[in-house]
């Protein structure tokens, strides 16, 4: 049994908490809260997909999903039309709202990615990021 500050959910659990009080601190006045912003910078990086494409791609189930996509339909983020292709399916598409927070919103990620990593040689981090990846196959 390892020691609380050397076990991996300790420390996992510690990085995103600093991850998310950043992000919302810094995403107060684009009322992007708890979440909504993984969502959105998803769309503004991949552009348009479905809800349940959408929900895979950020590992989110369903939902979570429609919940976080109403929210960001209200506050005129987004917008659901119906597909071309198939009418049976909705297709999620960044309105220009969204798409003048764009760099805002990337650049305040990478913000708040270099506040918590600001221990970390680039090496490190490099590294880091690499190892995480691996949870993501």
Known sequence: VHMEKESLMYNISRIYRKLQFCLENKMKEYDLDKGL??????????????????????????????????????????????????KRSNKLYITPKAENI?????????????????????????TFICLCQKFNK
């Open 102 to 126: 764009k760099q805002t919103l990337l650049q305040t990620m990478q913000s708040c990615e270099d506040d918590v990593l600001i221990e970390f040689s680039l090496e490190e981090r490099q």
């Open 37 to 86: 912003y993984i969502y959105l910078s998803h769309l503004l990086l991949q552009g348009e997909m479905n809800q349940q494409e959408l929900a895979k791609a950020v590992n989110r189930d369903k939902a979570p999903t429609a919940r976080a996509v109403q929210r960001l339909i209200l506050m005129g983020y987004i917008e659901k039309i119906i597909s071309e292709e198939d």
